[in-house]
């Protein structure tokens, strides 16, 4: 997948992966680029979100931004504090830019030291060029498969998305890292105000197990190169935001299936929120889904403990649209329905029937992998 | 184990499940006997729940307590609350007592209509007598063994206690639910006063999945008839509280260990209480148990994301007595520690330094087999 104008990625292998797979990645800002920025509330946050903090505090453009794969650089000391600053001096001598207009992140083993030297020697081999495609391999931990979704306006601007992570958190192994790029000539202020709501409505609503990332984050670059409007271009933002993270959630560890909640009719979109993740993160749900197993009572009783409003012999569930409570237990042909499960992607729609709002969330089935990967992966 | 003064038991297999084995106790309360009772927040509780919180708001005392497991009759709408009441009924005519001093209490398969017949057909063969190990085993589900713990004071009265629970919640198979019995002479306001702040010491800090029942409930009941100070009293209660928590953990759904999590150092008792449950309910940090792996990083990020109140570069924290995180990574012998692990009981110890609070928490392993027991029991 290509770039929108005004971006150039590329990505080597620096030696910080064991295994000799790609694990350093640069994206070059051609020009001074407008930026919108969601970390992780995690109160053991990496270096890396710290400092992107400060970065989007200061509100100044990019040009560029610089991901390690493999070692998170979490937990790690002041020594950690220096690493992650000497990873933007390295990106920004490779790019020719000023190091405090380049975002870093660290994704993998938490609490070693960031193996800097290695980074600066094979830095200089990146090869930058239009395609995302080598960055995105780079990014990836525990994941299976790459993660890149696009969009294009009327007028010919692009949105362009890479993410990983494949699960919440996996402070041995994994984090959850998105960035869109485009090209639509957004104002700044425009970017920073609406992207963190995206993100709630997205990114925000992948569960695989529960656990918040030290070192998450989600950014959107803009180039501004393209004239755009901004309705079009908040639509197509968030169809790649939604794609990236229905991505994320399918490639779950230990996934074979990926769990889509819609919730419509509820008092508020955080109580929509709400519902839809608290059904999409039960344990109890995951599992049943795992076994093709249309256990309403593991649904209702999710809304139950959600904390949304509502009640429960108002509410409509329908599993793989058959509904199959309504109020209260309703006749259903079980084992057609468990065979309706068997699908790549099971739909669980939800009406509270409390008031007008309505959200999305994505999880995964809980599978006998889940714990194994999780289980024998040892320090 | 034996009941203290003023109370018998007895259970029947009424045939509710069809195993054939036992699914009906009663515990007769010779004399108005006072109580304090929390159940669950949830939403879609069931009317037993309901039922319970009407009778504790209006402060009588009780006679007798009637549970079934194998239905949890919840979701089962206005058949659900008419079958609930004459639960109470039957119980408080085979008790001869009146149905508003019977509280009752269901577990087990969610949205299937109670089969009260059965109940009223077998509940005449109840025999009662002293001992409790008939009804502790008569409430169990998914449990694979009976839960009983007793504590006897200076001067002769005793607190005995049943639970039952191997998952938060199962809505097709479990529920938490735990009764502690006493003799001792302790006013009903003191009860209800404290009653409350145990149990969240306690059972509110067991978790098994994260998932929070419909019919969950938590009771104490006091025939007084012995003297007793309130000191060591309460003190006999939260021994024996803690000591049913402790079993329910470690019988966790697939769990072949206990998690036991101390916090110390916290700002506050409810900081200290969250950074517990959050470790104890790391889905990573289960994993990882299961493993023998000793990864502070999952302990660090749940902490992380708990809410408490602490500075990663202050905490401490120890596993299995071992310290193996002092403000950044300290080293230690994997192998050893990995072996350590290998024990019934994993020791986590936290200090938060960042105040003088303290609480524990108690969670299991996560295996392959919470897995399949949750994916492949078909409704």
């Known amino acids: 997948m290509y770039l929108p104008k005004g971006f150039m990625a590329g990505a080597t292998a620096s030696g910080i992966k ?25 109160r053991a946050a990496a270096p890396c979100v710290l400092r992107g903090r400060n970065l989007y505090a200061a509100a100044e453009p990019l ?9 998170a650089n ?4 002041e020594q950690g504090v220096r690493d992650d600053l000497r990873l933007a001096e390295l990106a920004a001598e490779f790019l020719e830019v000023e190091p405090e207009t380049v975002l870093t992140a660290s994704t993998g083993v938490i609490g070693v030291p960031l193996p800097i030297n290695k980074v600066a020697q094979k830095i200089g081999e990146i090869e930058l060029g239009g395609s995302l495609a080598s960055f995105a391999e780079a990014i990836m931990t525990t994941d299976t498969r790459v ?7 009327p007028g010919g ?18 984090t959850m890292l998105a960035y869109l790029f485009t090209d639509a000539a957004i104002p700044a202020a425009g970017l920073r105000e609406r992207w963190p709501a995206v993100v709630n409505r997205t990114f925000n609503q992948v569960t695989v197990d529960g656990d918040t990332s030290t070192n998450d984050m989600a950014a959107i670059f803009s180039s501004s190169l393209t004239e755009a409007e901004p309705g079009p271009f908040w639509e197509a933002v968030e169809a790649v935001a ?3 993270a229905r991505q994320i959630a399918a490639d779950g560890e230990g996934a074979e299936k990926l769990i889509t909640v819609r919730v419509r009719g509820a008092y508020d979109e955080a109580d929509a929120r709400l519902a839809a993740r608290a059904v999409a993160g039960s344990a109890l749900w995951k599992a049943a889904v795992h076994g093709n197993d249309p256990n309403w009572g593991r649904i209702l009783a999710a809304l139950g403990y959600s904390g949304a409003r509502f009640e429960p012999e108002r509410a409509v569930i329908a599993l793989q649209e058959t509904v199959i409570y309504d109020g209260g237990a309703v006749p259903f042909n079980g084992v057609a329905l468990s065979q309706a499960m068997q699908a790549a992607e099971v739909l669980v729609d939800i009406d509270l029937r409390s008031g007008e709002a309505e959200a999305e969330a994505w999880g995964c089935d809980l599978t006998e992998d889940y714990v194994k990967i999780n289980a024998e992966y040892t320090t």
């Open 157 to 174: 601007a692009r949105v362009v998305g890479v993410a990983k992570g494949s699960g919440m958190i996996h402070p041995n192994m994994a």
């Open 242 to 244: 939604r794609d990236l």
């Open 63 to 71: 040009r560029g931004l610089v991901v390690n794969s493999g070692n």
């Open 147 to 153: 993660k890149l979704s696009e969009q294009e306006l």
């Open 74 to 77: 979490c937990a790690t000391g």
């Open 18 to 42: 064991p295994s000799g797979k790609p694990d350093l990645g640069v994206v070059s800002f051609l020009g001074a680029t407008a930026w919108a920025y969601v970390a992780t509330t995690n």
